[in-house]
């Protein structure tokens, strides 16, 4: 999928924003002061998606005019979709409820899933950290030490997933469906519970973001798990996802794997005022260029340097949403039913 957009249009526009902001002036804080920020997670505490979450709504008060409070609330179920749907719904766009209800969320309201009542491209996009790069991870108890040992497997491999509709579940599917000896148990409703299940070996893979493993690296320092097939080229010696898939599953693929381009967003409701919106993009872009919050982006393995403002974000989900179709999103739908 092509972006459609620069390192230095961004740094261009951190630019624009910081002086627009400058020349609302007191007015700008005049908007936040004394009121109180909810922040929704579409996932359960303890997961990657909670963790990084809880660091931006710790960090982004903090650039943000008249330094209001912030309330974070989790709102987990169907991968994200309950809060995406509840923020849609039920949210005034005043700028006072903003969300990150994950990571594959707006994938499924492209394709308008069962029980999906909004359009992504409505929604007010703030801000994401960065792209990430999602990595399957296969317990080294099973023996198995690479793709090909996958391959060659004599047993079948579980792979523990969040929603059926979620890169967690539909990649492991894709490999079954050439021919890799793989079976998808669905149902976890948190990152942090399949790791669970990973780590006591009720599953013996998943294949999720690399940061899903932020509080949990113990499972990879002590050899528990072992990486063998990756989204983007980032680990040494690592296949590429892309290029075990046959090339006609590519539109498929960039549509199950957009997720990956947009890490995870920060939105706020559809039609969110102008005021709030342009106050929390350049809190958003102040923020992940300062040096505490940094330092704690890597704790919570958030991308650091690689931000996507919130105008780059809506016109990449543009693109997304532009690209897929009928018979794309007709192979996305099947693969999401598929047991």
Known sequence: MRRGFSRRGVVAGIGVLAISAAGRGVHAADYYRGKTLTLIVGFAPGGGVDTQARTIARHLVRFIPGQPGMVVQNMEGAAGALSANYLNQRVAPDGLTISTPGRSWFVEGIVRGPGIGFDPTKFTYIGSAGGSNS??????STGIKSLDDLKAARTTITFGSLAATTPTAMVPLLLAEVGMP??????YV????????LEQGEIDAVFTVSDSFARRQDLITKGLIVPILQSKPELP?????RDVLPARQ??????????DNFGLPLVGPPGMAAEPTAILRSAFLAMVADKDYQADAVKADLPVGAALDGATLARMIDELSGSATPETIAAYRRLASAK
């Open 135 to 140: 990595v399957a991870y296969v317990r080294a």
């Open 237 to 241: 010696g690592l296949p590429l996802l």
């Open 190 to 197: 948190s990152t942090a519970r399949v790791l669970v299940a």
């Open 250 to 259: 590519g539109d498929l693929l960039t549509l199950v794997m957009g997720t």
């Open 182 to 187: 793989v079976k998808v148990v669905l149902g």
